[in-house]
């Protein structure tokens, strides 16, 4: 008889890179597994990657609307599976899952994040609530997780954390999977082109990249990707520098790697706020899978991976200066900008893939299961 096994996620998209990319059709590819997806997005049931994909239907009216009435309908159609291990991806489920534990059901959850230090800069709260809400948060967090059966984090930091709360916590990072991203387009047929690629918003630094743009010469900048913000997006779509843009949009994950395999450096100068501090940015990974060479922000943990696998540049992220010079350097030093590219490359072929992770993965299931 096969293991069941379901994710649930009231808030990620059905496709999420993390979720259903990597660790659930991970599980699947075992033939003792059955894998099944709980989602929230109203575009129904599917069968995918031999997962079992169930939706509960749309999201509705605003953030207490989810907490509660969406995550209602996750509990009762997880109960309904009666699954032998149930994976959730969101804090909000945390009661559902010490629900299932009282059925006496294995229950991990996966925190793809610090929720309580993301809280002490939630900007949709004032000072004092955001202050109050974290403490709160992190003594509910110790109570509960403590439970627990697993803890998976998405990088060491978090995991470090948790292990003075669950001493089966282990990091699962969010490394690329090796042949998805890599590509062996020749460096001379290569666009004088770099990218982003990811989420768009003001503590991402797509200001400071698009005033870079003004500073570089017969560069283009492939922007793919959702604005956050309408108004900074209306903001910048103003800048003289939003002339060199190539404004691609959200796009899947064939498109990126076409989109990798043609630029010459692909940028990661997120904004050094406190929840990016211990934060390992996918796309710094992906950048370096494919090839191509890193502008990324100075924050100590990321200036230590790229300046010890010689594969980038680390640059003020509130420089435009900064930014544009090391664009410009990249353009103007070609060859050694290839040779930081295959740098990076190595790197990931070594130690930053998801093959790694995803034997540790499997290690976590087999050790709930025994």
């Known amino acids: ?16 890179t993390r979720i259903f990319v990597k660790e659930c059709s991970s599980l699947a590819k075992n033939k003792n597994y059955e894998v099944s997806l709980i989602v929230a997005d109203g575009n129904g049931n599917e069968l995918k990657n031999r997962v079992h994909i169930f939706d509960i239907g749309a999201k509705s009216g605003g953030r207490i609307s989810r907490m509660t009435n969406t995550v209602q309908k996750v509990f009762q159609k997880a109960v309904e599976l009666n699954s032998d291990i149930y994976h959730m991806h969101d804090p909000e489920l945390i009661p559902v899952g010490l629900k299932l534990k009282k059925m006496g059901k294995k229950v991990i959850f996966d925190a793809h994040e610090d929720t309580p230090k993301q809280l002490r800069n939630a900007p949709y709260l004032n000072a004092f609530l955001r202050a109050s809400i974290s403490r709160a948060f992190g003594i509910f967090e110790k109570y509960t997780l403590a439970k627990f059966d697993y ?26 999977i090796l042949e998805e991203l890599g590509n062996d387009t020749p460096w001379n047929e290569k666009k004088d082109e770099i990218c982003y690629v990811g989420g768009i918003a003001k503590i991402r630094g797509i200001k400071e990249l698009i005033r870079a743009m003004e500073g570089v010469k017969n560069v283009r900048l492939n922007l793919a990707g959702k604005f956050v913000e309408k108004d900074v997006e209306n903001e910048v779509k103003k ?22 395999s ?12 406190i929840n990016y501090q211990d934060a390992l940015p996918v796309k710094m990974f992906e950048y370096m899978a494919a090839g191509i060479p890193v502008i990324a922000s100075n924050i ?31 353009m103007a030093h070609q060859g050694e900008a290839q040779k930081m590219g295959a740098n990076g490359k190595k790197a990931v072929t070594e130690k930053y893939n998801w093959g790694i992770e995803e034997a540790k993965l499997t290690k976590v299931y087999e050790e709930i299961i025994r």
């Open 1 to 16: 008889m096969k293991i069941k096994i379901t994710h649930l996620t009231s808030v990620h998209a059905r496709y999420d």
């Open 151 to 176: 803890i998976i984090t998405a990088t060491p930091y978090i995991r470090n954390k948790f292990l003075n709360i669950n001493k089966n916590s282990i990091d699962i990072n969010n490394f690329p």
């Open 239 to 260: 800048y003289a520098g939003w002339s060199k843009v190539n404004e691609l949009g959200f796009v899947g994950r064939s498109e990126i790697s076409e989109i990798l």
């Open 262 to 273: 043609r630029s010459k450096a692909g940028i990661v100068t997120l904004h050094p706020i």
């Open 300 to 330: 100590p943990l990321w200036q230590e991976i790229i300046q010890n696998a010689k594969c980038g540049i680390c640059v003020d992220p509130l420089s435009p200066d900064e930014i544009a010079d090391a664009i410009n350097y990249i």
